[in-house]
């Protein structure tokens, strides 16, 4: 049975193994360098992620994003933090914010490029990824957009442009990949 459950993530892992070592919008193979920012920083530098800028500052959670591990951020832009409601959207709840952030996080730094590859690899099923929360999400395709949805089905497409930086890369999303209770 544990088995089964290793084989299970077998596709998982080689995503996170090749988003390990992909930076920027290079095409499959190539490594162009990434930006000196951290993902904090970088957070803080896009104009339409204020919402999550400050939900990651009232969770505590910054420093994490400061750090040297290797994260992908699923960056909810303002406009659907701002319809999960207004406690989310202004961080206000620290344990709220907290639970939000680790909903969108997952580990190693996966391009776009990295996940359609994996997409292609994949199969009809998408390929699924574990958060920092411990629950599921699913990368699939609807056209040419990549949608991500999460195990209580909340949705968003990535959307605008991703930023690689030192420690990770941040994905823009139109949607919260956690209900608001």
């Not at 090749?18 to 919008?25: A, E, H, L, S």
């Not at 999550?52 to 951020?73: H, P, W």
């Not at 998408?126 to 909340?154: E, P, Q, Y």
């Not at 605008?160 to 990949?177: F, M, R, W």
Request: with cysteine; aromatic share 2%.
């Amino acid at each position: 049975m544990r088995n089964q459950r290793l084989w299970a993530l077998a596709p998982l892992m080689a995503l996170c193994l090749v988003g390990c070592n992909r930076t920027n919008d290079a095409a499959p193979g190539e490594a162009a360098a990434p930006s000196n920012e951290t993902l904090a920083a970088a957070i803080a530098g896009q104009g339409d992620l204020d919402n999550l800028e400050n939900a990651t500052r009232s969770s505590g959670l910054a420093e994490v994003l400061e750090g040297k591990g290797s994260y992908t951020v699923l960056a909810p832009v303002n406009a659907a933090l701002g319809a999960a409601g207004s406690e989310l959207a202004g961080g206000t709840l620290r344990a709220q914010s907290a639970a939000l952030l680790r909903a969108h996080i997952v580990p190693g730094a996966l391009t776009r490029a990295d996940i359609e590859a994996a997409l292609s690899r994949g199969g009809s099923e998408g390929v699924k990824m574990r958060t920092m929360a411990d629950s599921l999400i699913t990368f699939t395709k609807n056209g040419d957009a990549i949608v991500v949805t999460a195990a209580d089905g909340a949705t968003g497409r990535l959307t605008g442009s991703e930023e690689v930086v030192s420690n990770g890369v941040v994905q823009p999303v139109d949607g919260v990949l956690i209900r608001a209770e």
